[in-house]
């Protein structure tokens, strides 16, 4: 079978790997028809690791995956041949305290799509366990399916500080990751959610999929242009996708009194000095998400019940024989590309 395979720092070549087999018991091979394209992604293809993950080449990108099952292993129930699923990509070891406690995202032993040193999904097709794979309802297309896995994290980080109706929140960035949090906290009733971005065409973006004010950070003061809008309060609930320095450190000046903060976008620099003495003077909650757990069947559902409109986030389609192009625009025109996806097949 095909698989597009990072040979070097920037370089991929589409080549012919083993096709899996047979599928092992309690597993299934799935036949990918989309695949994301995710920061991390772009980010191992630009510099070949991120923090102590390093690529060791050759190496397959791609973890945002939705296919149809073309085979069951024995003893797989919740399949069968046909199905069109979405793929979670961390598989967990079970044993564990944090397994058995359900905050299986936590696992140390997890093994992830495309984080070295296991292969992702930019191939044809791939063995996965039978119970990661989560079956997309009629309206839910598998492009959509490869989406559920960042909107898992947007819905990750709005658990994470509890949102709910009668709040308001600001999301800082307008990325994909910015904008499956504005949508995930637009669908648990907050509002109005504020979307500051310093690209235009983000911030569009954010108001066609629900943003009820966009600020660009590049033109106005943020913290100046939400107090204004608050009447000096602050939100209820800053998410931070950026991953900026400056973003990350004006959480504490934009969250209200007893307010909560969390922490999506992992910034590559330090984000020291953050002001600890306001964050305690405001009794406000610094939270933290790492992935996601428990949350492919209710982002399915949530977009199968029209609450969130994933597939509107979507800006470029690039052809699987076109994965090198892919990247490297995407690279080359971060302004540009909001959200794109691969088509592996149809
Ligand atoms: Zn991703
Ligand atoms: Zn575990």
Sequence with gaps: MKAAVMTSLGHIEMKNVPKPEKAAPGKAIVKVEYVGICGSDLHYFEHGKIGDYIVDYPFILGHESGGVVTEVGEGVTNLKVGDRVALEPGVTCGKCEFCKTGRYNLCPDVEFFATPPFDGTFVEYVEHPADMCFKLPDNVSTMEGALIEPLAVGLHAANQVNAQIGQNAVVLGSGCIGLVTLMSLKAKGVSPVYVVDVIDKRLEMAKKLGADVVINAAKENTVDAIMKLTDGAGVDLVCETAGSKVTTQSTVELVKRGGDIVLVGMSPDSVLPYDIGT????????????????LYPVAIAAVASGAIPLKDMVTNVFEFDDTQHAMSYNCENKADVVKAVIKVAD
Excluded at 280 to 294: C, G, I, P
């Design 279 to 294: 964050l305690m003077n405001k009794e406000a909650t610094l939270h933290t998400v790492f992935r996601y757990r428990n």
